[in-house]
């Protein structure tokens, strides 16, 4: 697939992240110089893939162990991510081997598991049917935080900056809404305005990109 910037000076792991995006039920995860991306429908369903950061195939990294894998993450020890959307649970996978550490990893508190972000030793989910941010322990998957952020419906993407803020794309109202990302507390609401908002990154510098399930981008 060949790609080209929407973004001019864009780090190529993080434009392939943003266009890959666009197609529809496609996440991804640009870490340790490797790309994850889960793909819930098409050809090759149910599946983890893996990418260099030049967009080379790495082949298929894992089968996820339940349907419809909507997003991924990992954290600083190298552990992998999946959320499924159907039947709700979050998987923990080797991020390195590929291996299956635990499914379900957490099941408490989501609806609907879209977006997911690591901070840490803290995991956020967002569900889109609750409409809920949930905060989680990345080592013993213990709840933390049943609804660090609220907005009622449509929670889509979540993304976090290195500034200690939470963003979190609302589907339903078309918004990306800022938050503090340890307190939960709003520090903008409607800080982008999108009509079907639905995938939020934020690079190094601070600079927040989305786009929408229309394939616009921002």
């Not at 600083?76 to 996978?93: D, F, H, Q, R, T």
């Not at 993407?157 to 339903?172: E, Q, R």
């Amino acid at each position: 697939m060949k790609t080209h910037s929407l973004f001019p000076g864009l780090h190529a792991g993080l434009l392939m992240a943003l266009t890959l995006a666009l197609i529809g039920l496609v996440s991804v995860e640009n870490t340790n110089a490797q790309i994850y991306v889960a793909s819930a429908n098409g050809s090759n369903p149910n599946r983890v893939a893996k990418y260099n950061l030049n967009g080379t195939p790495d082949g298929t990294f894992t089968t996820t162990a339940s349907p419809f894998p909507y997003d991924v993450t990992t954290d600083g020890a190298g552990n992998l991510y999946v959320a499924n959307l159907n039947p709700g649970l979050i998987e923990k996978y080797n991020g390195t081997t590929g291996g299956l550490i635990s499914s379900p990893f957490t099941t408490t508190g989501i609806s609907g598991p879209w977006g997911m972000a690591v901070s840490g030793s803290t995991l956020y989910i967002s569900s889109n049917y609750a409409g809920t941010v949930t905060t989680y322990n990345t080592t013993t998957g213990v709840l933390i935080n049943p609804s660090i952020v609220s907005e009622g419906s449509g929670s889509m993407g979540i993304a976090l900056d290195g500034f200690g803020n939470l963003y979190v794309a609302n589907n339903s109202s078309g918004t990306l809404d800022k938050y503090n990302a340890s307190t939960g507390a709003p520090i903008t609401l409607g800080f982008i305005s999108m009509a079907n908002v639905a995938a939020v990154a934020v690079d190094a510098a601070g600079n927040v990109y989305v786009s929408n399930d229309n394939g616009d981008g921002k």
